[in-house]
């Protein structure tokens, strides 16, 4: 009889690890799916909004207004964390 109580505990801790490992496998495959979704999202603001941001900048500089670019990229292993940029007028006792 004990050796039905073997075999029960073995194919239990079996399927166990099997549900554990498989969970593990969507997991990377999570994280692999993320980080690429993260690139592709750093790439597009890097080629398409900060050449905008830049001749905003310029513009905005040309006419006495200071600008700040900012750029936050460091995401890597943040899951609630998205890559940002930001565009700011510096105060610098203006009226506006």
Known sequence: MSADFDDMASKAKAAHEARIAK???QDAA???DK??????AIAALTAEVLPLLEKAAAA???N????????DFEVKGIVSKNPTMT???LL???LW
């Open 87 to 89: 565009f700011s007028r």
């Open 30 to 32: 999570q994280r692999d």
């Open 64 to 71: 006495g207004i200071e600008t700040k670019i900012t750029k």
């Open 23 to 25: 969970q593990d496998r």
């Open 60 to 62: 905005f500089r040309q």
């Open 92 to 94: 610098k006792n203006s």
């Open 35 to 40: 980080a690429l979704i993260v690139e592709a």
